[in-house]
């Protein structure tokens, strides 16, 4: 349970971060590369809703972000969960 809660928090963080730098950001300079690569594999939905040109605003791409990164620490979770050998009482 603590790990989908710190999955959800890193969400969340990532997707203010973003929003404070694209905010903070000069305009009139173009997106270098590498960070529009960085923004689209952490932010996925907002890439995704981005590239089909439906905008999203920032408190539902923070929202939908954290609750992507809480799916995917359930995933893992789960994954991880089920993956370890049975553990042998005495």
Not at 12 to 28: E, H, P, S
Not at 71 to 83: K, N, V
Request: charged letters at 10%; proline letters at 7%; aromatic letters at 10%.
């Amino acid at each position: 349970m603590i790990r989908i809660v710190i999955c959800t928090a890193v969400g969340f963080i990532v997707a203010v971060g973003w929003g404070l730098y694209f905010a903070n950001a000069n305009r009139a300079e173009p997106i270098e590369p590498i960070i529009y690569t960085l923004s689209r594999l952490t932010v996925p939905l907002v890439a995704m809703a981005a590239s089909y040109g439906f905008p999203i605003g920032l408190r539902v791409s923070i929202v939908a972000n954290a609750a992507t990164y809480a799916l995917i620490g359930l995933i893992l979770g789960t994954i991880r969960r089920y993956s370890r050998p049975p553990q042998l009482s005495h």
